[in-house]
């Protein structure tokens, strides 16, 4: 079954575009039958399970931290973690690139950007987002690599209001990259809303439930 979803899924998504699946509340079973179908990107969204992970499988992933990630943790993903979608603060930048350091590595972030009308999603508003990448005390920390932005669109079955979502981040992006030449990926678009994500420009998709099923909530 995740094989026939995978294939679908692949069949669907142009060659440029990264399938990150988010294996979340899943177990490593299911990871590895992922990982036989040719995906390499898994992605979680919480530190604790992410480790477990990523100790009981000696596979060649990219371990991909999509969820909210709090500074005291972040000590525990450093040494290994591909890729940080949710990197939010300059309190996180500056402990992710202390972690970093220690571990003589260059993390690469995304800044996850809010763009959904729900309060509770994370994020930076447009001016948090200016304000961060223009404080010298963020640009000169030398072990982070800033590849791009994340963002979560509105929960919703109105996909206009969607598509505007994506079309602001996509925005912000293109207008980033003049002056950021590490901004190559945009990280937008879940399990019911990546086709809207893929024709408003995202460079990586986080799929869950049409990969592995619905997830069991305990
Ligand atoms: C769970 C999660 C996803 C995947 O959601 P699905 O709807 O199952 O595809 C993507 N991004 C983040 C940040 C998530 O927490």
């Known amino acids: 079954m995740i094989k026939d979803n995978i294939l679908k899924l692949k069949s669907e998504v142009p060659e440029y575009v990264t399938i990150v699946a988010i294996s979340k509340t899943h177990n490593i079973d299911k ?25 009981n499988l000696s596979l060649p992933i990219r371990w991909h931290m999509v969820g909210h990630l709090q500074t005291n943790k972040v000590k525990y993903i450093a040494p290994f973690i591909h890729l940080i979608h949710s990197l939010d603060s300059l309190k996180l930048a500056k402990e992710i690139n202390k972690f970093a350091q220690k571990n003589n590595r260059i993390i690469d972030c995304l800044l996850q950007v809010h763009i959904a009308k729900e309060e509770t999603k994370f994020g930076l508003y447009e001016k ?64 019911n809303d990546y086709k809207i994500a893929i024709a408003c420009g995202s460079t990586m998709i986080r799929v869950g439930t049409l990969i592995f099923g619905e997830r069991i909530i305990f």
Do not use: W
């Not at 992922?34 to 990523?54: H, P, R, S, T, W």
């Not at 010298?136 to 590849?147: D, Q, R, V």
């Open 31 to 55: 990871i590895k039958e992922a990982y036989e179908c040719g995906i390499i990107d898994f992605g979680e969204n919480k530190v604790q399970e992410l480790n477990e992970k990523q100790k």
């Open 128 to 191: 948090e987002l200016y304000e961060l990448i223009e404080n010298p005390e963020f640009t000169s920390l030398k072990n982070i690599n800033i590849k791009g932005l994340m963002g979560m669109a509105t929960f919703t079955d109105d996909t206009k209001q969607i598509e505007k979502e994506f079309k602001f981040l996509r925005n912000l992006f293109e207008k980033l990259k003049n002056n950021f030449p590490s901004f190559t990926e945009l990280s937008m678009g879940m399990s």
